[in-house]
């Protein structure tokens, strides 16, 4: 018993060192862990709420809601068919077709409330031109350019999506509400570019509108690629055209000019037409134009595009990033006028549709 008591006397002396070497080795390994692991796990957690908070920002848009209180019967054209379009679609449709997407949102607004009271106004007049197929209005500019899904995404290509979304937003801002003059729809006229004015109603068409008024349009000119532009006549040309004789005419041009510097009457060759007819005979973008004469050819440089009567499109995007809304904007180019609602404004449509 002794003997074995001397033998196992050395393990009995290194068994508290091999002890105190695995405490020591766990304590080298073990202990880092525990540090590290709930560093870790943090990590991991916030890993996943910022992946939840991305989540969470990135949900898809509900679709915007456009409600309309009746249909609009449209005669395309081409396919000589009608379409029975929804009034606000109807209208979101008009926007895309004549006014560019990249506008500002408040001209984009502006242009829905001139192509909604415009839309509106027609259906209440009274003894209108009968279409075919019951239609209400042509998709050209006769009436108003519309242009449906199928066409748009040929136009815009790619870049449908985020332009049709656009003027989606912008009718939506404004659905149900119209221009109206003594609580009446207004004729609610724009074009493209301006001169710098507007014109006076009865200086273009006949019959003089208290809103339809020469406003100043300082915007266009500096913003509308469309504000100046020559065209080049020879004389079998503009005798052709105006059913006149240069040949004994003097070099000089006379010329009258409205309240917006407008030609109200041009005399060319002995006989006097009036700014509208020569720009519809040479079909010149504006009524703003002079005349100049060079090596047997006639020079007519315009300024602005359009009728200029009523909204200049152009003008509207230069308030717009101007910073004005389009209350401010349709109160400008439409002198004197409200913005209603159709319920306050055409109960009778309203009633009827």
Do not use: C
Not at 204 to 228: A, M, T
Not at 321 to 328: A, L, N, P, R
């Amino acid at each position: 018993m002794a003997r074995w008591q001397n033998k196992q006397s050395p393990i009995n002396w290194k068994l508290p060192t091999i002890i105190t070497i695995t405490i020591l080795l766990t304590l080298m390994f073990v202990i880092p862990t525990l540090i590290v692991i709930p560093f870790t796990g943090d990590e991991s957690t916030q890993a996943s709420i910022e992946s939840e908070t991305v989540s969470s920002n990135t949900t898809t848009e509900t679709p915007i809601s456009l409600e309309s209180p009746f249909d609009v019967q449209v005669l395309r054209t081409e396919t000589n068919q009608v379409e029975e379009i929804p009034l606000e679609e109807y209208v979101t449709h008009v926007v895309a077709s004549e006014m560019p997407a990249d506008f500002e949102i408040e001209a984009l607004k502006a242009q829905a409330l001139a192509a909604r009271t415009f839309i509106v106004r027609f259906l209440m007049q009274e003894n209108k031109e009968e279409l075919a197929g019951g239609a209400d209005v042509y998709d050209t500019i006769e009436h108003q350019v519309y242009k449906n899904t199928d066409e748009l995404r040929q136009v815009w290509g790619s870049d449908y999506h985020w332009k049709i979304d656009k003027i989606t937003e912008a009718v939506a801002a404004t659905q149900g509400q119209i221009i109206t003059y003594s609580n009446e729809p207004i004729t609610a006229s724009f074009f493209s570019t301006s001169n710098g004015y507007t014109e006076n109603s009865e200086d273009y068409w006949e019959g003089e509108l208290p809103y339809l008024r020469s406003v100043e349009s300082p915007w266009d000119e500096e913003i509308s690629p469309k504000f100046f532009d020559q065209k080049i006549f020879t004389v079998a040309d503009l005798e052709d055209k105006l059913n006149i004789d240069l040949s004994n005419s003097v070099e000089d041009f006379q010329l009258t000019r409205t309240e917006s510097k407008r030609v109200e009457t041009a005399t060319i060759g002995g006989k006097t037409f009036s700014g509208r007819d020569i720009r519809d005979h040479l079909q010149l973008p504006s009524s703003d134009f002079t005349i100049t004469s060079k090596d047997d050819h006639y020079v007519f440089t315009t300024k602005g595009y359009g009728h200029g009567v009523g909204m200049s499109q152009y003008g509207a995007n230069g308030m717009a990033q101007d910073g004005k809304t389009y209350q401010e904007i349709i109160e400008h180019y439409y002198q004197g006028v409200q913005v209603s609602t159709l319920e306050q404004a055409t109960p009778t449509l309203l009633a009827k549709k």
